[in-house]
């Protein structure tokens, strides 16, 4: 059998904290596991986040007029990336599986990752139009948010104060990471590692370290397919899909609920 590569893509400043914890967790299992492991430490790699005229090297396609994708997609094309941005996508191409591990911030991902996926998943390299979703440029690849929280999980449901965390990961997990054509594998939520007692936080490492062992073999979270959306009219879902979905009791996905229930 092929050796199989992971990436993971960490995003804490402190090396004692209970991130660091997780992305060690990992590290561990996937190698015993005879993975070979990458890790981009963005922090520690003082890996810069906004994005700039500076990730292109030498002349722009149209330097009247800055149009971020359309000149990281020609120097993705003319190899005239930035080194660090070109050192990304490297380590991505080789990665079977991508961990994102990180503490959740406003609701997202820390700006550090933002960073990372703004300057890494560009245009013909991550996606194109109309290569999106199912038949985005990254497809074949597994990709899971491993997060820790400071509030406890109770407030992350339907009832809860912050509301379903179904909704607060759609952007991350399907208007990013599926839309480049991530298999997007359920979140690993490790929340409120503060406010746990010790027993409580072993149980979050090794039930991570436990679930890595198999981790390949799991089935990807749901997500419409291009298919269901029609390029002919700006890729809304197809007049076949809507009368295919009329009588379903559950809507399409969580972003696409066609005004139903919610799936989960
Ligand atoms: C700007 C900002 C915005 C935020 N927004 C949100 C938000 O929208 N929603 C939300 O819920 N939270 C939010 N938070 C809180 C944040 O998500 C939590 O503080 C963070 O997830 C906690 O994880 P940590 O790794 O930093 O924990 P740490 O504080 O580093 O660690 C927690 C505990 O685990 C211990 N620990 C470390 N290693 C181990 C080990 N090996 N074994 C056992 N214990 C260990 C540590 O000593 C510590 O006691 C926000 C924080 C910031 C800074």
Redesign the pocket.
Known sequence: MNKKTALIVYA?P?P??????LRDTAVKTLQAQRYNVLVSDLYAQHFQPVISKTDIIGELEDPKHFNYPNEVGAAYKNDSLCLDVKQEIQKLKLADLVIFQF?????SVPAILKGWFERVLIKDFAFSFPKMLDEGLIKGKKAVLS?????PGGMFTPNGL?GDLNVILWPIQYCTLRFCGFDVLKPQCSFS??HAD?KQ??EM?NAWGTRLKNILTEEPIMFPSLSNFDAQKWFVISDNNVEEQKNKEVGLSVGHHLGKKMPL
Do not use: I, V, Y
């Not at 997060?147 to 509030?151: A, I, K, N, S, V």
């Open positions: 804490h402190e004692k904290s209970f991130n660091s914890a503490p959740m911030q406003w609701a997060f820790t929280t400071g509030c912050l590692p503060t010790d936080r072993e490492l």
